[in-house]
């Protein structure tokens, strides 16, 4: 506070001395220090820090899809950490990200929140490429700064575990191209045995819409290139529910985080899986799996490929 009344007085000084013309060279020196100053303040309003992009975790060689086993620990019942948090905010909710960037008293928008968003989506880049380039690790977060209303996934939890009921354990949409559209739904018994229905609820059109908005914006990272990265093209999908979670509780930190999955596909161009995954406990599990390629190439060049990251389809 102090500093700011200093440099408002200097500024006052400056422009008495500037109007009457009288530039010793002391006052020359005077104000070149505060257009420096100024100067400084512009950057650092620019490059205003941002909470930290990634909060580092533990992430298992390998796990079960029935979310009670995991390998990459010494630990017997117990992980050393959970996972680490990731907050994708300045790709998923760029307004969020410019307005908690952005310093007091400045707009959220403009030449100077554009420069912070630019800046942003590099940093998170240059991070994920780096964690996704990890051999021996699942590339699996909990995910922050997503955009979605939290009550939308307590909605969809509550929908699943309705539709569900008591007769079925899993409930299973798959699709072999890229369209959104379904007409049927395939529901397991416990005992193994499966139903093809015709049906399409409402809830499930809003999960599986609000799941490939995610995906299709960080399915990016899985190109090998890094400048001028353009989203991949969805090839197929999966969305499974089920009476078990997908991820095992105790790696778990904060429940009400969606977790984000990454499975690149080692190849020339890249590609690769990306899944969301909504859990409540032990007791039920919601996951979207997209493929998405980055060449026009059949979408069978993904599908049975030995990818690293220890995914296991639900």
């Given at each position: 506070?102090?500093?700011?009344?200093?440099?408002?007085?200097?500024?006052?000084?400056?422009?008495?001395?500037?109007?009457?013309?009288?530039?010793?060279?002391?006052?020359?020196?005077?104000?070149?220090?505060?257009?420096?100053?100024?100067?400084?303040?512009?950057?650092?309003?620019?490059?205003?820090?941002?909470?930290?992009?990634?909060?580092?975790?533990?992430?298992?060689?390998?796990?079960?899809?029935?979310?009670?086993?995991?390998?990459?620990?010494?630990?017997?019942n117990?992980?050393?950490?959970?996972?680490?948090?990731?907050?994708?905010?300045?790709?998923?909710?760029?307004?969020?990200?410019?307005?908690?960037?952005?310093?007091?008293?400045?707009?959220?928008?403009?030449?100077?929140?554009?420069?912070?968003?630019?800046?942003?989506?590099?940093?998170?880049?240059?991070?994920?490429?780096?964690?996704?380039?990890?051999?021996?690790?699942?590339?699996?977060?909990?995910?922050?700064?997503?955009?979605?209303?939290?009550?939308?996934?307590?909605?969809?939890?509550?929908?699943?575990?309705?539709?569900?009921?008591?007769?079925?354990?899993?409930?299973?949409?798959?699709?072999?191209?890229?369209?959104?559209?379904?007409?049927?739904?395939?529901?397991?018994?416990?005992?193994?045995?499966?139903?093809?229905?015709?049906?399409k609820?409402?809830?499930?059109?809003?999960?599986?819409?609000?799941?490939?908005?995610?995906?299709?914006?960080?399915?990016?990272?899985l190109?090998?290139?890094?400048?001028?990265?353009?989203?991949?093209?969805?090839?197929?999908?999966?969305?499974?529910?089920?009476?078990?979670?997908?991820?095992?509780?105790?790696?778990?930190?904060?429940?009400?985080?969606?977790?984000?999955?990454?499975?690149?596909?080692?190849?020339?161009?890249?590609?690769?899986?990306?899944?969301?995954?909504?859990?409540?406990?032990?007791?039920?599990?919601?996951?979207f799996t997209?493929?998405?390629?980055?060449?026009?190439?059949?979408?069978?060049?993904l599908?049975?490929?030995?990818?690293?990251?220890?995914?296991?389809?639900?």
């Amino acid at each position: 506070e102090k500093r700011v009344c200093w440099m408002k007085a200097e500024h006052t000084m400056l422009l008495r001395m500037t109007t009457a013309g009288r530039l010793t060279f002391g006052r020359r020196k005077l104000l070149c220090r505060c257009l420096s100053i100024k100067k400084n303040n512009r950057e650092a309003s620019i490059q205003s820090p941002d909470r930290s992009i990634l909060i580092p975790g533990f992430q298992p060689t390998a796990y079960s899809s029935n979310g009670d086993i995991y390998m990459g620990s010494t630990y017997l019942n117990v992980p050393p950490k959970t996972l680490p948090v990731l907050d994708a905010a300045v790709i998923l909710d760029p307004k969020s990200f410019c307005r908690r960037s952005s310093p007091p008293a400045r707009t959220i928008s403009g030449g100077s929140a554009a420069k912070r968003l630019i800046k942003g989506r590099q940093q998170f880049t240059d991070t994920l490429h780096g964690e996704l380039e990890k051999q021996d690790v699942c590339h699996i977060f909990s995910l922050e700064g997503h955009g979605v209303p939290p009550q939308l996934f307590t909605h969809l939890l509550e929908s699943a575990d309705l539709l569900l009921g008591d007769n079925w354990s899993e409930l299973l949409i798959s699709k072999a191209d890229g369209d959104l559209c379904f007409e049927s739904v395939a529901f397991k018994e416990e005992e193994g045995v499966t139903y093809n229905i015709v049906f399409k609820p409402y809830e499930l059109e809003l999960w599986t819409t609000a799941m490939h908005r995610m995906t299709s914006l960080l399915n990016f990272l899985l190109s090998h290139e890094k400048l001028n990265v353009k989203s991949g093209v969805l090839k197929n999908w999966q969305a499974c529910i089920q009476k078990k979670a997908f991820v095992p509780p105790m790696l778990v930190e904060r429940e009400e985080l969606p977790i984000v999955e990454w499975n690149p596909q080692r190849g020339v161009v890249g590609g690769g899986k990306v899944s969301i995954t909504l859990q409540r406990g032990k007791g039920l599990g919601m996951r979207f799996t997209g493929c998405y390629s980055f060449w026009e190439g059949s979408p069978r060049a993904l599908n049975g490929t030995n990818n690293t990251g220890g995914f296991i389809w639900g």
